[in-house]
């Protein structure tokens, strides 16, 4: 008996993942009989790759819902019976689909994918450890005399990191796959009628999402964030709470640290006040965020990954939009706030403010990619001001977008700006005079001349560019046409 084909109506609609479909496709026609875990957030495009990769091979796929067990292995035995000759398997437990499975793949090969496995695993920790611990059990007894190639995929990223957990009994049993969000790049082909600065205006707020890439693509900002995220039970009205919620049980402090991060980064003294708790309660909840890589802490560039204090970021760009422009607004929206009242006073604002992050982001990449021969290490410094100018109370702090180091010296620094003005040559006076003295005073080595390099969503002034066109050791980077077109 062969197995029909899995048929995909609308493969030619899928976009990028090359890597990730390389890697499946190597695993499918390689030797390796170890299950594939998949998982990401949701709306990454976990789903879409896994069909994207099914379409022209034998396969099965089953999406779990959040239905009783039984009802749902009732389901998979309906869409399993033509694979067995029209006979509807018993599948009284998990363990016994992923056995039903092996077997009927023992002669030909089959690809089996279970998409959002963790729904099937039960609610208390003592059900999940005995389905897993039975899951295990048939992948041991079933797995080496079977030509099934069996792929789990979940969207809750904490449970399915967990798997591969020294603990779990499916440790070691599974090949993990994380897909994660897209980057500048591979966004843009989303969006390919858009000049570079608008992608990276919507990219900045969808986070690298494919789904609400789709969904910005055909509208200008104000209409995407008004119908998509504004309206209520729009599509992404919830989102956010969607997100952080299949991963937590109790959010509700959690929903306040991320609302406080998502207007910037903070230290840890900074997110305690606001939330009146003390902050040891705080470390054991932004803990918690950070093993969901929802949060991480960031320090200046160089300083020992021990080295305490360093900023709070949520660094996914949808969440601190959902969380700062949407989350706070639901209850007066819900009474009758006009969406496009908001968007005016509140977003279109504040938005340069929102993209600044990710632009400086975005910088800090091209600076790595094209100035490889220069600097072997990238990244952003920040630091007390010149001590002088401390005690006189005339600056607090200083802070340098980029740093490129090499051999142990500074070779090159930047600065990006997110904002309508073009850029003028007192950018250069600030560095020369604040910035780079902190630097040094901060432990750095500054080689003779650092290469100087400036980005700049508004461009630069006819000064500046004079300025650049006699100093070969200045560089203006032409964003519009040089590095977030679509290459």
């Not at 995929?153 to 599974?174: D, F, I, K, T």
């Not at 990219?203 to 890439?213: D, E, K, N």
């Not at 990619?369 to 006189?392: F, P, Q």
Request: proline share 7%; glycine share 8%; net charge neutral.
């Amino acid at each position: 008996m062969s197995f029909a084909r899995y048929e995909w109506p609308l493969v030619g609609q899928f976009l990028t993942r090359t890597a990730e479909l390389d890697r499946l496709d190597a695993w499918w026609s390689g030797p390796e009989r170890m299950p594939m875990s998949v998982y990401g957030r949701r709306r990454v495009g976990k789903s879409w790759l896994l069909r994207r990769f099914a379409h022209g091979k034998p396969a099965v796929l089953l999406v779990a819902e959040q239905l009783a067990a039984g009802a749902q292995l009732a389901r998979f035995a309906g869409q399993i019976a033509p694979l067995s000759g029209g006979v509807t398997p018993d599948l009284p437990d998990v363990a016994g689909l992923v056995r039903t499975l092996f077997r009927i793949a023992r002669n030909e090969p089959l690809l089996a994918v279970i998409d959002e496995f963790p729904w099937l695993l039960g609610s208390s920790a003592a059900e999940i450890e005995r389905t897993l611990s039975a899951v295990q059990a048939a992948l041991e007894e079933e797995r080496d005399d079977s030509r099934l190639k069996l792929v789990v995929c979940g969207s809750a990223v904490g449970l399915m990191e967990a798997l591969q957990a020294e603990r779990n009994p499916l440790h070691g049993r599974l090949l993990p796959l994380e897909l994660r969000p897209l980057d500048v790049t591979r966004a843009s082909v989303f969006l390919p009628s858009l000049n570079p600065i608008d992608r990276l205006e919507r990219y900045a707020i969808t986070g690298g999402m494919p789904r609400y890439l789709a969904a910005m693509r055909h509208q200008s900002v104000a209409q995407a964030v008004c119908e998509q995220l504004l309206t209520p039970d729009a599509p992404l009205w919830n989102e956010g709470r969607t997100i952080v919620g299949q991963e937590l049980r109790e959010p509700a402090v959690h929903f306040g640290i991320l609302e406080q991060l998502a207007t910037g980064e903070k230290e840890l003294a900074d997110l305690a006040g606001p939330l009146r708790l003390q902050g040891g309660i705080v470390s054991k909840y932004i803990a918690t965020l950070e093993s969901l890589r929802l949060v991480r802490r960031e320090l200046p560039f160089g300083a020992s990954p021990t080295a305490r204090g360093g900023h709070w970021v949520l660094h996914d760009a949808f969440l601190r939009f959902w969380f700062r422009f949407v989350f706070p607004y639901q209850a007066d929206l819900e009474a009758g706030l006009s969406p496009a009242a908001l968007y005016d006073t509140e977003i279109d604002p504040a938005l340069p403010d929102h993209v600044a992050p990710i632009f400086e982001h975005t910088c800090r990449a091209h600076a790595r990619s094209s100035y490889g021969s220069l600097v072997s290490r990238v990244g952003r410094w920040w630091g007390h001001a010149r001590h002088d100018l401390r005690r006189s109370g005339l600056r607090s702090t200083e802070e340098i977008d980029i740093v490129g180091v090499a051999r142990n010296r500074v070779t090159l620094v930047g600065e990006a700006k997110w904002t309508s003005k073009p850029l003028d040559e007192p950018i250069l006076h600030d560095l020369a005079e604040y910035k780079l003295p902190a630097l040094q005073q901060g432990g750095f080595t500054l080689a003779p001349r650092p290469r100087t390099v400036l980005y700049s969503r508004s461009g630069y002034t006819d000064r500046l560019r004079r300025r650049a066109a006699e100093d070969p050791n200045l560089d203006l980077v032409d964003v519009d046409s040089a590095f977030l077109s679509v290459r």
